[in-house]
T-cell receptor, first 113, second 114 residues
């Protein structure tokens, strides 16, 4: 079946530090890949997505590249801010007749001034 | 534009009580979903409705029922609540449920079953 594995948290960084959150996946076929972000007390919001191999999704300074050869979709940001403190979820959609998004367990990021 | 709305925001039930969680979307989306979020588990799909008039089980459907009332509304019912159903419940919707289609989430309902 499909699965998403992302790095365990929590992650604590100082403001302006470089961020990487690792995400690898197992899926049949050619899935679409997503990063969602959940700010405290809120629902999930789409951060970025990529629908085919070698695509790069980007938004708000965050980037992730769909690497089929390593089955990875790592999230990066060059300089984090306190406002980036949130829980980040990697997810995949495999299609193939299913409408289900498969989520990783989430990585909590705290950015300190 | 409200997006996806959920009621109530918080609820406390006793074991065996029943309740219905309400969800509505104003984006004219075809597909709607109910997830539960538990610590360290990510989000798991309970039920979904690919289009008006259809519903299907997701990963963890036991103990729940759903109704797609119309294109806008998708409710989740707990007939006899159990402590294992203590969780945060999220409703989501997407345009066509097609490949790469973005799911839009509501703010969640935090449910505690005593």
């Amino acid at each position: 079946g499909n699965s998403v594995t992302q790095m365990e948290g929590p992650v604590t960084l100082s403001e302006e530090a470089f961020l990487t959150i690792n995400c690898t996946y197992t899926a049949t076929g050619y899935p679409s890949l997503f990063w969602y972000v959940q700010y405290p007390g809120e629902g999930l919001q789409l951060l970025l997505k990529a629908t085919k191999a070698d695509d790069k999704g980007s938004n708000k300074g965050f980037e992730a590249t769909y690497r089929k050869e390593t089955t990875s979709f790592h999230l990066e940001k060059g300089s984090v801010q306190v406002s980036d403190s949130a829980v980040y979820f990697c997810a995949l959609y495999s299609g193939a007749g299913s409408y289900q998004l498969t989520f990783g367990k989430g990585t909590k990021l705290s950015v300190i001034p | 534009n409200a997006g996806v709305t959920q009621t109530p925001k918080f609820q406390v039930l006793k074991t065996g009580q029943s309740m219905t969680l309400q969800c509505a979307q104003d984006m004219n989306h075809n597909s709607m979903y109910w997830y539960r979020q538990d610590p360290g588990m990510g989000l798991r799909l309970i039920y979904y409705s690919a289009s008006e008039g259809t519903t299907d089980k997701g990963e963890v459907p036991n103990g729940y029922n759903v109704s797609r009332l119309n294109k806008r509304e998708f409710s989740l019912r707990l007939e006899s609540a159990a402590p294992s159903q203590t969780s945060v419940y999220f409703c989501a919707s997407s345009g066509r449920g097609a490949r790469g289609d973005t799911q839009y989430f509501g703010p969640g309902t935090r449910l505690t079953v005593l």
